[in-house]
Every structure is written in structure tokens, then in C-alpha cells.
């Protein structure tokens, strides 16, 4: 009752962030439902329909990424004084948040119920107007009665997998830090983060500090305070996994027969889509040690007062920022060396991109950007009480703007290059 209280008292963003979670689970019924007509219509050919279902992991991974995205930036899972007054403690939130995703993923199902039907013609002679009515019947074997039992088992998958990773994303101690701002006595300018259950950060000059360059208006200085850096212990991690997968991949390619891109898709090359799968996991995992090393380097040396800020904003928020990062590198990597085989042999992949291919694509590409805006808004949300606190204290807007510029040029930058090597390194023993 009480995710539902808040689901109709939210604002307008919020709701828009639920009904995209909807539509990105919506989207994943439909996948699975079209995979069980496929199974119902070929019962001798249990391969390509296993195949098909199997590939549906890949959006429902996708679609879960971004409901968890969207339950960490709940209003709900951060107004912790006010859940505390409703006798909702910081146990609790993680039950929440799967409940108000399980609401939105629900109706998600539902749409892709009734879309399902109608494409079949079921449901034409209800609703004669709509067009499109029928238009997936050989799509979605309309000749074969859907079981209930198992339509209902696959509709339930996505709604639980996106409540349980919602669940995982708010649960205590899963929340990254946020960066706040406080003054010391002497005029001192300190960065701190703060847990989001109630801060153990202090904005003291403290060991570990570091001076800027003085202020020559007001005599105050700047002093930096480096919050923990768990993130770069997944970096040795991510480097691992994409040089175990590059190796396994060209390991599995040595054949005397080319392998094309509907070998691979179509699971006949298992060494090479493994490879694939653990350099991207490599990628994932290496996303916030990337961006935490990024803030490193821009503090090399002696930086301006940008380059500072950058740095230090970037090392605290790798943890939140880089993860997304990382899944959206992974996704184009792989899309990059899709691409340069499809170019290699284009009338072999041809049959590949059908309608249903290119929906659970653009269902992946949609929901990994949109989970690295939402988490970019939601280090926005976070930095908004130091903004405000150095806007107070006389820092001009083009300083924090140049800094936002500078993380965001050097993320590109680093993570770019890297997607492009991986890229190239995946498609190459299968191009040459």
C-alpha cells in the first residue's frame, strides 16, 4: 500500500521513469512470448527455439540494469528522515523499492500480454478499429494456442528479476556516497561523502588533505578530501576478464572454416560468443576503476583549480557513474564487432536482423543509455549541496561547468579508446 501511496504521489519525472520501466519489461514479455510461439510452431526443432529464448537474457539484463537505475534514484529509496517518521527503517527500503518496480514491471507484462494477442488476431473482433490487428500471426504462430501455464510463468520473469535487482541496487550499504561540502572554522573548504544512511564523512581538515591555490579575493583555500576508493579493486578484475575472453575467443576461431556472424549468434561457435561474454563482463567490471583512475590522473601533478575538482568529483562518484559506463562500453563493443563482420559477409547475416532482433537491440541500446543519463543525473542530484556551497562561497559558474566538461571529455576519451581496442580485438580473428 504503501509503494502504491508513492508511485501516485510522485512527480512527473519519477512516474516518466516508471512507465519506461514498464515499456523496457513490456518489450521483454513480448521477446519471450515470441520465443514460445517459435517453440510451439517447431516442436521437432527444440535448438533454434532454445536459442531464441536464450538471447532473451540479454534484454532482460538490460531491462534490469535500468529498473534498478530508476529505484536508486526513487525519491523514495532517499527520503530517509521521512520513510523513518512513515516507520519505514533502512531495512525496509530494499522491500519497497521491489514492490514499487514490481507494480511498474507488472504492467509491463500485462501490455505485452495484450500486444501479443492482438498482433495474433485474438483480439481483433474487440477492438476493430486499431491497426496492426493480426499482423503477427506468422510471426507468432497465431495457428497455436499459447499455453497458460507457461505464457504465465514467462510473464512473471521479468517483473521478479527487475524487483530483485531493485532490491539489490537500495539494499544497505549498496547506495555509493554522496559528496557534500562543509566549511571549516578557519574558512576552509573541505569535500566530504557522506553515507547515505547517515554520513560518517567529516568535513575537518583531517589527514589526506590537500591545499589549493588561495583564493586572492577572501583568503579562503580549497582543501579536497579523498573519500574511499573501493572501485579500483574491480579494475585488475575487468583486465582479466577481457583478456581471458579476447584469448578464449581466439583460441575458439582457430577452424578451418570462417566463422560468420550467424555462427556466432546462433550459438554454433560457443568458444567465440564466451569469449564475447566474458570480455564484456570485463568491461562492466572495469568501468568504475577506469573513471576513478581518470580522476587520479587529472589530479597528477599541480592541478588548477578545474582540473582539482575533477579529479576529486570523479573519484568520489566512479563507483556511481562508471558501472553504467561500463555496460554501455560493453554493448557498443559488442555492436562494433558485430558490425565489422556483418560487413565481411552481409548476405549471411542478413537473415539474422529480423523484426524481433531489432527490437530486443534497440531495447538494449535504449536501456543502457538510459541507465547511464540516470545515473549521471543522479551524481548531479548528489553534487547540487557542494555547488551550491562553492557558488556561495564566490566560485564562479564557469568553474563548475568547465569541471562537469572536463570529467565528461575525459570519460569519453578514455572509455572510448578502450570500447574501439576491444572492438577491434574481438572481430579480428574472425575477420582475418
Known amino acids: 500500500m504503501l509503494a502504491l501511496r508513492l508511485a501516485r504521489g510522485g512527480r512527473p519525472l519519477t512516474l516518466l521513469r516508471r512507465l519506461l520501466v514498464a515499456c523496457a519489461t513490456a518489450v521483454?514479455?513480448?521477446l519471450l512470448l515470441a520465443a514460445l510461439g517459435h517453440a510451439l510452431a517447431h516442436p521437432q526443432q527444440p535448438?533454434?527455439?532454445?536459442?531464441?529464448?536464450?538471447?532473451?537474457?540479454v534484454p532482460l539484463a538490460a531491462a534490469v540494469q535500468f529498473a534498478a537505475a530508476v529505484a536508486r534514484t526513487d525519491p523514495g529509496s532517499r527520503s530517509l528522515s521521512a520513510l523513518d517518521v512513515a516507520g519505514v527503517g533502512p531495512a525496509r527500503i530494499p522491500v519497497l523499492a521491489a514492490a514499487s518496480t514490481a507494480m511498474s514491471a507488472l504492467l509491463g507484462s500485462a501490455i505485452a500480454l495484450v500486444v501479443c494477442l492482438y498482433l495474433r488476431g485474438q483480439l481483433v473482433s474487440s477492438v476493430p478499429s486499431l491497426p496492426f490487428g493480426g499482423a503477427g500471426v506468422r510471426l507468432l504462430s497465431a495457428d497455436r494456442p499459447l499455453p497458460i501455464a507457461a505464457t504465465l510463468v514467462l510473464l512473471c520473469v521479468p517483473p521478479l528479476a527487475a524487483a530483485a535487482g531493485a532490491a539489490l541496487a537500495t539494499r544497505p550499504g549498496a547506495l555509493p556516497a554522496m559528496a557534500g561540502v562543509a566549511a571549516d572554522a578557519d574558512g576552509t573548504l573541505s569535500f566530504r561523502t557522506d553515507a547515505v544512511s547517515g554520513g560518517s564523512g567529516s568535513g575537518g581538515g583531517g589527514a589526506g588533505g590537500r591545499e589549493a591555490t588561495p583564493d586572492g579575493r577572501d583568503g579562503r583555500s580549497v582543501r579536497v578530501l579523498p573519500?574511499?576508493?573501493?572501485?579500483?579493486?574491480?579494475?585488475?578484475w575487468g583486465a582479466a576478464f577481457v583478456a581471458a575472453g579476447l584469448a578464449a575467443e581466439t583460441y575458439a576461431s582457430r577452424s578451418p572454416k570462417s566463422l560468420s556472424l550467424s555462427a556466432v549468434l546462433s550459438?554454433?561457435?560457443?568458444?567465440?560468443?564466451?569469449?564475447?561474454?566474458?570480455?564484456?563482463?570485463?568491461l562492466v567490471l572495469a568501468?568504475?576503476?577506469l573513471a576513478q583512475v581518470c580522476g587520479r590522473v587529472l589530479g597528477v601533478g599541480r592541478p588548477g583549480a578545474v582540473r582539482l575538482l575533477a579529479g576529486r568529483v570523479l573519484q568520489q562518484e566512479a563507483a556511481r557513474v562508471?558501472?553504467?559506463l561500463g555496460v554501455l562500453s560493453a554493448v557498443a563493443a559488442g555492436a562494433l564487432a558485430a558490425a565489422k563482420l556483418y560487413a565481411v559477409s552481409p548476405r549471411d547475416g542478413a537473415h539474422m536482423f529480423g523484426p524481433l532482433t531489432l527490437l530486443g537491440a534497440g531495447l538494449v541500446v535504449f536501456c543502457v543509455l538510459a541507465s547511464a543519463l540516470t545515473a549521471a543525473a543522479e551524481s548531479r542530484a548528489a553534487r547540487k549541496p557542494a555547488n551550491e556551497a562553492l557558488t556561495k562561497l564566490g566560485a564562479p559558474r564557469r568553474l563548475l561547468r568547465g569541471a562537469a566538461v572536463l570529467r565528461a571529455v575525459v570519460l569519453c576519451a578514455v572509455l572510448g579508446a578502450l570500447?574501439?581496442?576491444?572492438?577491434q580485438l574481438a572481430a579480428l580473428p574472425l575477420t582475418t
Open 28 to 30: 521483454v514479455g513480448f
Open 47 to 57: 535448438g533454434p527455439s532454445l536459442v531464441r529464448l536464450v538471447w532473451c537474457l
Open 227 to 236: 573519500g574511499p576508493l573501493p572501485a579500483s579493486v574491480t579494475l585488475p
Open 267 to 282: 550459438n554454433n561457435a560457443p568458444g567465440v560468443l564466451g569469449g564475447w561474454l566474458l570480455a564484456a563482463v570485463g
Open 287 to 289: 568501468g568504475p576503476g
Open 322 to 324: 562508471g558501472r553504467p
Open 419 to 423: 570500447t574501439w581496442a576491444v572492438g
